[in-house]
């Protein structure tokens, strides 16, 4: 290839478009001749031809290509003269690195089950594999079209690289359809030419052209569509002056990339069980303030790798938004809603130590909506809607927040039912907040007296209020249920998609006292000493006797969310931490267990602390390449 045309790294437009470029004359070239039995003649050692070559490189200009040009490399013609009419396909697959303590590699990428290639050969142990998908089924003549004792092409690009000067093992792959060797193209790229160690080489913004022929019928192409992760946009306008259609994605969207290698450390996992990085899907960072640098190192130790805060100051939480950014290997992805959106009595408005200042007091709709506004300026993950909310503000906050696709999440408004804010467009809803003053036959008798109780004639704190209504309301709500309207609360649930977050290990742990017991206390060792103190003090100073009715509410989430679970109601795992004693990280294990213990399977549980959060942000991986110099062992 040209010297000129050299490209070691992708951190400039012109380096990204020559990159491209190059990408859209090879796969040209692989789609015409992919080996198979219409292609006889044409070797690999045809089309890497340093004349051909040369011919093809000279191809590329300061603009893109625009259509999908093959050359002949037996006569090494640049291009071929006819209009051969090629096309592409789709998306897909997982991957696995593995190197044991004896150096045995593995880089495995299972893909194709689809149409039964998944089943097992017992006498041989491992699965059947084919990508008859791939195939092109009304192309007769075509390289790729369905025959007997054809191989149809295939994306699959699992990579092991042996450095024999230094003992050394790589095992790397991606899932990832047609990016697969574009992507495995630039980590290699990154790691083996630029000096740059597995974790830089991983965490690298990365591109990916769609102008191929798709890998999966129907086979079309998106000429000139060029994928940018986010960190690339500013070079944008450049490569669209070029020529190039440019789309950005998510940082760290585009190559999930799993690299293992022999230096790192091995471990035995016979007997375990390896699970991908967890989520907690409701903390508190401005909860206990001076808890907040230590939550990082607690949730990392306890495997959990991304975490959603739902409420805290707004400068507060972007602090550490910011520093896990800024350190993605080593801290967890953070998620942040920013304060929680109340109305004109608010609750968490730092009267007391039990109520710090969380939320945002909203006394007119107007005002809510120039709060949202703000909140999406500052770039907010999502929203938090809260109790106090009359039923035009919260609806305002579900529009603005529909314009611009972001999820909100949150408590029920006391003024408003269950159903009213689901159909709304409410997303998920945590501790099953006001669900049972929703699920009894007085559910409109219920709403007339809290919003009475609401007008707050004798301006009572916002704290007060809402503890009253749910101390008149809640227990005998429970006592009450319907069955009809409970049914009817769930249906509406289940149809609008609207998710759980039930924090139920909390609620048990204050009805049953468990944060006494010795397991529950234990978790306190790992809490910064002045925390651990205070807990501790708080705990011996709580005097009150057990109430029945946290028994009661308690077990009723347990029954709730085995029912939910049964309809196919999605849940995510959360947890509240830090609050009522809720040990950074150990909660979540709680959380867990006591979703099991409700009637979760627990393929069910994990699901709710990893792969349904993976529904929610599904362009992004659980942590940034975290996996990236990972360790895998047998």
Not at 392 to 410: D, H, M, P, T, Y
Not at 445 to 456: A, P, S, V
Not at 534 to 556: A, G, M, Y
Not at 559 to 571: P, R, V
């Amino acid at each position: 290839m040209a010297n000129k045309q050299k490209v070691k790294t992708l951190q400039s437009a012109d380096d990204i478009h020559k990159f491209i470029e190059i990408l859209k004359l090879t796969f040209a070239d692989r789609e015409m001749y992919f080996t198979g039995k219409y292609n006889t003649r044409v070797k690999a050692s045809h089309l890497l031809n340093d004349t051909y070559l040369n011919k093809r490189i000279r191809l590329i200009t300061e603009k893109a290509i625009d259509t999908i040009i093959p050359g002949d490399p037996l006569s090494k013609n640049s291009l071929l003269p006819i209009d051969n009419d090629i096309k592409p396909w789709g998306a897909g697959t997982v991957h696995i690195s593995i190197i044991d303590k004896d150096n045995n590699a593995v880089s495995c990428t299972p893909s194709g089950g689809w149409i039964r290639s998944n089943e097992v050969i017992n006498e041989l142990g491992f699965p059947l594999g084919n990508r008859l998908m791939t195939f092109y089924l009304s192309k007769p003549g075509h390289a790729n079209f369905i025959t007997p004792l054809q191989q149809p092409r295939t994306t699959l690009s699992p990579t092991l690289i042996i450095n024999h000067k230094k003992k050394e093992i790589l095992s790397c792959g991606t899932m990832g359809g047609d990016a697969q060797d574009q992507w495995q193209a630039q980590f290699l790229m990154n790691y083996m030419f630029s000096n740059k160690n597995i974790d830089q080489a991983l965490n690298e913004p990365r591109v990916s052209s769609e102008h191929l022929p798709a890998f999966f019928h129907p086979h079309d192409p998106n000429y000139k569509q060029l994928l940018l992760e986010e960190r690339l946009a500013p070079l944008q306008s450049k490569l669209i002056k070029k020529g190039h259609k440019c789309q950005t994605v998510t940082d760290w969207s585009e190559g999930f990339i799993l690299c293992t290698r022999k230096k790192n450390k091995i471990y035995d996992g016979k007997g375990l069980y390896m699970i991908p990085g967890l989520w907690d899907s409701h903390i508190h960072f401005a909860f206990e303030e001076e808890l907040a640098n230590s939550m990082f190192n607690l949730f990392i130790g306890h495997g959990i790798t991304s975490v959603r805060d739902t409420g805290g100051e707004l400068s507060f939480v972007k602090k550490w938004k910011k520093e896990s950014q800024n350190n993605p290997n080593y801290y967890p992805r953070v998620k942040i809603a920013g304060p929680l959106i109340d109305g004109k009595f608010n609750v968490y408005n730092g009267n007391s130590v039990y109520f710090p200042p969380l939320s945002v007091r909203t006394a007119s709709v107007k005002e809510t909506e120039e709060m949202v506004l703000d909140l999406i300026k500052n770039d907010v993950d999502f929203l938090k809607a809260y109790e106090m909310l009359t039923p035009e503000q919260f609806e305002v906050v579900i529009k603005i927040a529909k314009k611009n696709n972001l999820r909100v999440s949150g408590h029920i408004p006391l003024s408003m039912d269950v159903i009213s804010a689901s159909n709304l467009g409410l997303n998920s809803i945590e501790h099953f907040r006001n669900i049972e003053m929703s699920s009894t036959n007085k559910t409109h008798e219920l709403l007339y007296k809290r919003r009475n109780i609401l007008k707050n004639k004798n301006q009572i704190l916002g704290s007060s209020l809402r503890t009253s209504i749910h101390n008149s309301q809640r227990i005998s709500s429970i006592k009450n249920i319907d069955t009809i309207q409970l049914d009817k609360v769930l249906n509406v649930l289940l149809e609008n998609d609207t998710w759980q977050i039930p924090t139920i290990s909390m609620y048990k742990g204050l009805a049953y006292e468990e944060y006494n017991d010795d397991k529950w206390k234990n978790s306190f060792e790992y809490l910064p000493l002045k925390i651990k103190e205070k807990w501790n003090d708080q705990i011996l100073k709580r005097v009150s006797p057990v109430n029945d009715d946290s028994r009661v509410f308690s077990e009723w989430q347990k029954s709730m969310t085995n029912i939910m679970n049964k309809k196919g109601i999605k849940f995510m795992a959360g947890t509240d931490t830090p609050i009522f004693f809720q040990t950074p990280g150990y909660s979540l294990h709680t959380e867990l267990e006591v979703l099991v213990e409700s009637g979760l399977s627990s393929i069910e549980a994990i699901e709710s602390a990893t792969y349904n959060l993976s529904l929610i942000h599904i362009s992004e991986p659980t942590r940034q390449e975290a996996i990236s110099d990972g360790v895998l062992g047998v």
